[in-house]
């Protein structure tokens, strides 16, 4: 630990000494272990240079043994390697390690991928004690720490800031998330390929969602068959048009996006260049989802699979388990109490099993979740959803996981993609106490609307294409910076 540190009583109870992780190491002699012993995880690549420096300041509050670049290392290594360790030094009745092993919780800083990313690998390990994670905001979006109250903006990387967010971890309290499985399908083709295509590189959450090998249980003879999960949101249309569009320009030119604002602004210039905010226009209407495919949604566990309605007009669809949405917008909202009596809509609670969906017809719509009670569509809450892709409406659309966008080809002959969402578990996070995401256990978190309280003129209503473009309404995604001109967008 740095001498400098100016409160090293407070921060030894983050610090876990060499011998944890490295057996050649001296056997530390402190008695008493670590109230909240951490392993940090940070992607340097993100936040500009913000990833990099965030590293070199929490080596030196912390043992730099217990701060790994995902960039150089892997989760899944290190997580396998350390538990390897605990697990040995427990048999050998280190009470020190059994306490590490208990208490030890988990800081990712990067972007919602990566915290996605980690949260996989800590769901896939299957350990006797997941340990609970906090999230650092360090890329555009920023949807998961917001949703647990750890901001939205990236944080500052000096020794205080870390301190700050250190302390806030220690009196965090801990919530359970649903997490989602999705499973991809098509018949093999006779010619070209059907492998999702991402922007330049696979981004993490299609690491998950890659192609099963031919021992899987869930391979089926003739049919290529993808799996994956998310966190956060699944969503398919045009908004993952505009993010898969931003993806590939920062991949290619990475130099121009070096902090938050900047991605912000050229995320808002590529939704009208991608003609997001006049989607009836350049949009053309064999994209529209209802066009695209058949939606089937299971409202609960034992219900039967039931046709879901989608309105001609939208464009976009957000399967949301959190509330927050391309930059901290609530697309779902909150259910008056007549909504709730007379559809059978719940608050968007993190814990109870069920995805909200919601529906967008142009960046315009999307911009109405900037004004109070603002909504999306509400389409539907369901505890599985599919959706069926036949042939002849288009020979691709976008689909995107967790903020990360891919490309994916659909049926050039007479056959079906299926795409299947289903809950498969829960993990551990950690969250600030006045956080925005809502648990069903909770008490605390019964929080609705009065009666006619909320704005519910945008539910599943016909409308006309004169009336989108009086319509407002979005998120980061569709949302456009405050210093931003509109007419210079071009």
Not at 47 to 58: A, R, V
Not at 198 to 207: C, F, K, V
Not at 338 to 348: C, F, I, V, W, Y
């Amino acid at each position: 630990m740095a001498d400098s540190n100016p409160n090293p009583e407070f921060l030894k109870e983050f610090y876990i000494p060499t011998y944890i992780f490295n057996e050649e190491a001296e056997i530390s002699n402190v008695v008493d272990a670590p109230k909240f012993p951490v392993l940090v995880f940070i992607n340097s690549k993100s936040g500009g240079q913000l990833g990099g420096d965030l590293i070199k300041t929490y080596k030196t509050i912390l043992n730099e043994h217990q701060v790994f670049d995902v960039g150089e290392e892997t989760p899944d290594k290190v997580l396998r390697r350390v538990y390897t360790r605990l697990e040995k030094l427990k048999q050998e009745n280190d009470e020190f390690a059994a306490k590490v092993h208990e208490r030890l919780r988990i800081i990712v800083a990067g972007g919602d991928g990566t915290a996605g990313w980690l949260l996989g690998v800590v769901c896939d390990l299957k350990l006797p004690h997941p340990p609970p994670i906090a999230t650092v905001p360090l890329g555009t979006g920023n949807n998961l720490p917001f949703s647990f109250g750890w901001g939205k903006k990236n944080p500052g990387t000096d020794h205080n800031s870390v301190v700050s967010f250190l302390e806030q971890v220690m009196k965090a309290k801990e919530m359970k998330i649903d997490n989602w499985h999705i499973l991809m399908r098509m018949r093999a083709p006779k010619e070209g390929a059907c492998d999702p295509i991402a922007p330049l590189e696979l981004p993490h959450s299609l690491h998950a969602f890659g192609r099963v090998s031919s021992s899987d249980e869930m391979n089926m003879e003739g049919y290529h068959t993808f799996r994956g999960g998310f966190w956060n949101y699944f969503s398919m249309g045009m908004d993952a048009q505009v993010s898969y569009a931003f993806h590939s320009e920062r991949k290619l030119h990475p130099e121009k996006f070096k902090n938050q604002l900047v991605n912000q602004k050229t995320y808002a210039k590529l939704g009208c260049t991608q003609g997001w905010f006049a989607a009836s226009l350049f949009h053309p209407s064999s994209r529209n989802v209802a066009q695209l495919a058949k939606v089937k949604v299971m409202k609960g566990h034992n219900s039967q699979w039931e046709d879901l309605p989608i309105p001609h007009s939208i464009r976009s669809i957000v399967c949301l388990n959190l509330p927050s949405f391309s930059g901290g917008l609530n697309p779902w909202g909150t259910p008056s109490a007549r909504k709730k009596r007379d559809r059978d809509l719940t608050p968007p609670y993190v814990d109870d099993g069920l995805l909200e969906v919601v529906g967008f017809r142009d960046a315009w719509h999307g911009l109405v979740l900037l004004a109070p009670n603002g909504h999306g569509t509400r389409l539907a809450q369901a505890h599985r959803i599919r959706f069926e892709f036949h042939k002849g409406a288009a020979d691709h659309t976008f689909m995107r996981i967790d903020g990360e966008p891919w490309k994916q080809p659909l049926p050039s002959d007479d056959d079906t993609v299926v795409v299947e969402i289903s809950h498969l578990g829960q993990v551990n996070m950690l969250a600030t106490q006045n956080c925005r995401s809502k648990s069903i256990h909770d008490p605390s978190s019964t929080h609705y609307n009065g009666d006619g309280e909320e704005d519910d003129s945008d539910e599943a209503d016909p409308k006309t294409e004169e009336d989108e473009f009086r319509k407002f309404g979005a998120a980061d995604t569709f949302r456009i910076p405050d210093d931003v001109d509109i007419s210079r967008l071009s």
